[in-house]
RNA sequence: GCUGCUAUAGUGUAGUCCGGCCAAUCAUGUCGGCCUUUCACGCCGACGACUGGGGUUCGAAUCCCCAUAGCAGCACCA
């Protein structure tokens, strides 16, 4: 019986409930779902409190900007307060630039941050909790060799500096803010669990000294690590959820061992998994190393996956926004294709971008038989009303050395007239061949975008792959930092005008 | 090595918690067609995946075990 019913298709079985028993038919909806949705939090109904908390170490990439708009979608979905929060708690990793381009990169990418914190302003606060956290219990000063720990830790085996009183451990930790030990002399531990399985757990350090770099912001040499900073930040701004990738999965575990101490109750984390980018390194010490070399030009070369290199080339905020969405918060590892940034990109830009013609490695050509005539072709195909540019024809037009060659012996110059294509040599020359645009389709000629001789400008267009040059529309010069699509070409956004020409970058195809 | 996490088409993703409506969703990509004075946009169609092996079950992408692969952590970085 059970069988018989297995054997049959879904309609089928759907067809012989209904005569059967039409009560028991129940539909299930299939409302498409949203490709940009995130799963929901737990306890987000009343509002939530995220935080993007990037280290200002140099300009945000595209692995800043996967917790950045995370969060922020987040924080727009159910409402609340949303925190910048500098973590600058290692003036080794400190960039004094990305004070100011951290902020900027987040206002392009527009995100609802509500409040900027930085973690430098906040010692005295970290030294105090430190204080109550000694008082508790739950931490002492280590005075061990590093080496030495390390095979103390792997051993399971508690160091001596462990067995402290409280009074001594406050007082020593006085001496670290005094000044009284070197850098690396002295560490202030958390009191966890010896016998934890990952060893990385155990009694791991929350304050180090260090006076061999100065911070560009403070006075100061004593820091928290992130662990201990992180944990009283995010308990004192009241985080109530925390999305960020999974190499914190470790610290995590660690800053649950602070919240113990405390009596806290932690916010919800989510771990996100890995993310690869094809072909770029994402890096800042390794683009900053690039950089130097030379063989990167700034932290906008297109090469880069930084946020302002993106934007150079013409990538809408809203579309990497879209694009991170929609990869979501799985916790899987991810190779993040450009393919898909970019056909978010077009939806945006498409019904934006301007047309014109660009034509690349140009060779001037004269036009035999025909009248000076305007061509006036639309600014926007799909969309009239932007209007047209004007072309004045008067004898000879500039085409694509591409387009020849081979076996072309007819072209549509675009909203012009047909030409007949003949060589002499291995020079070409066009021959008038009627308007009918019927004649160039039953020929299966190419429509080509053109230029007439003497009303061009320079172009370079600036590829990942190379720079094409070529020549565009005088007008061009009128879109500098729009996207505008060339024709045939791709979309591209006007970099610069000047006596030189014009200088775009390719967005994508 | 130790401690964890993950595994669905080229890429991303839904479904996995609560096994049957999954001959597996959507997007992107590729190919073909239509539209079009762009190789864009739009429309139509095709292609393409449950890591492998056992087990439980009438029935497994979904539960269990083993294997494999990838990733993360084991810093006085974040």
Redesign the pocket.
Known sequence: M??EV?AL??DARTARLVALAPELL???EAE??D?YAL?PLPDAENGVVMRF???PSGPLHLGHARAAALNDAYVRQYGGRYILRI?D??P??VDPEAYRSVPEDMAWLGTAITETVYQSDRLELYYDYARRLIERGGAYVCT???ER??EL?QAKTACPCRAGEVEEDLARFEKMLDGGYV?????LRVRTDLEA????LRDF?VF???TSTLHPRIDASV?????F?VAVDDHLLGCTHVIRG??????TRRQQFIYDWFGWTPPHFRHY??MGIEGVVLSTSEMRAGIAAGRYEGWDDIRLGTLRALARRGIEPEAVKRAML???V????????W??L??EN??IV??LAD?FWFVPEQVAIEVSGALPREAR?LR???LPSRGTRTLAFEGGVVVSAA?LGGEVSML?L???FNVDVSAVEDRFQFAYAG?D?ADAREAHA???QWLPIGETVPCTLRRPEGDLDGVCEPVVREAVGRVV?F??VGFARIDSAGPGGVVAYLTH?
């Open positions: 059970i069988a297995d298709g879904h129940e539909v299930r498409p779902r490709r799963p908390a990037p280290n973590e708690t290692d080794k990793r061990c060799e590093n720990f390390r830790r850098e690396g002399e002295a560490s399985p990952d060893p990385a350090p180090r000294i260090l820091y928290p690590l992130m662990n900073s999974k190499d914190h999965i470790a610290n998994g890995r929609a990869i979501g799985g916790e899987t590892d991810i190779q993040f294709s393919e898909n970019f056909a077009r939806a498409d019904p047309r072709p926007h195909p799909g387009e549509r675009k909203d012009l308007d645009l190419p429509i080509i699509q024709e045939r195809r």
